[in-house]
C-alpha cells in the first residue's frame, strides 16, 4: 500500500485548510486510516481515524472540533478539514494506514502498518 499527502501550505491563523491522502496499491487490505502530526521537536501525535468501510470515527480529544476527518472511497482518499487554525498546529501531517481489523480505530502509531511522505502545515501568527 502506497499513501500520498498533500493539501499542506502556509497559512494565517484563524484559516481552513484540507489535507488529502490517497492510496495506491492493494487498497482492499486496508481496514482504516489516519492522520497524525509532528511538531518540531515533539513526539509525532494521533489526530483522528476513519475506518474504510463501517465504524465510527475517533478524533485526538484535544482536536475534536476544529478538525474533520472523512473520505471517499470511490478514490482510495481521506481528507483532513482543519478550521480555525492555531500555530500551535504548525507540524508535518503523515497519513497513515492500518490493516488489521479492530472495533475500533486504533490511535496508537506502532499499530498501523503504512505511511505517507508527509506534509507540511505551517500557521503563522
Known amino acids: 500500500v502506497q499513501l500520498q499527502a498533500s493539501g499542506g501550505g502556509l497559512v494565517q491563523a484563524g484559516d481552513s485548510l484540507r489535507l488529502s491522502c490517497t492510496a495506491s496499491?492493494?487498497?482492499?487490505?486496508?481496514?482504516?486510516m489516519g492522520w497524525f502530526r509532528q511538531a518540531p521537536g515533539k513526539e509525532r501525535e494521533f489526530v483522528a481515524g476513519i475506518p474504510w468501510s463501517i465504524g465510527p470515527t475517533v478524533y485526538s480529544d484535544s482536536l475534536k472540533g476544529r478538525f474533520t476527518i472523512s473520505k471517499d472511497r470511490a478514490k482510495n482518499t481521506i481528507y483532513l478539514q482543519m478550521n480555525s487554525l492555531k500555530p500551535e498546529d504548525t507540524a508535518v501531517y503523515y497519513c497513515?494506514?492500518?490493516?488489521?481489523?479492530?472495533?475500533?480505530?486504533?490511535?496508537?502509531?506502532?499499530?498501523?502498518?503504512?505511511w505517507g511522505q508527509g506534509t507540511l502545515v505551517t500557521v503563522s501568527s
Open positions: 497513515a494506514a492500518d490493516l488489521k481489523p479492530s472495533w475500533r480505530m486504533t490511535t496508537s502509531e506502532s499499530d498501523y502498518d503504512y
Open positions: 496499491g492493494r487498497t482492499v487490505s486496508v481496514y482504516g
